[in-house]
């Protein structure tokens, strides 16, 4: 399984940003995907997790700001991040797991300008 992530850049805070991450390979049924950040001298965190299900959880710095969701029939995790904050800045990474695996993407670099 591979995932490939797009959509990170440069934005002013206040600004939006939207992330792509895309599965493709041995493909059966991706239980959870989700997105991660890792600001410099900072430990890797969880942003936002969604199930096959779509139901949805994320952590308490980006809610009522980001929006995770997923296209099932395209293997895609999208990421809405609206109302982004200098401190959003940091290389986010997708996460998949699948049949008690998990996957990692490369990540894509987000830097919130004040």
């Known amino acids: 399984v591979q995932l490939q992530a797009s959509g990170g850049g440069l934005v002013q805070a206040g600004g939006s940003l939207r992330l792509s991450c895309a599965a493709s390979?041995?493909?059966?049924?991706?239980?959870?995907m989700a997105w991660y950040r890792q600001a410099p001298g900072k430990q890797r965190e969880s942003v936002a997790i969604?199930?096959?299900?779509?139901?949805?959880t994320y952590a308490d710095s980006v809610k009522g700001r980001f929006t995770i969701s997923r296209d099932n029939a395209k293997n895609t995790v999208y990421l809405q991040m609206n109302s982004l904050k200098p401190e959003d800045t940091a290389v986010y990474s997708c996460y998949c797991a699948q049949r008690g695996t998990g996957y990692w993407g490369r990540g894509t670099q987000v830097t919130v300008s004040s």
């Open positions: 390979g041995s493909i059966f049924s991706t239980d959870i």
């Open positions: 969604i199930t096959m299900g779509g139901r949805a």
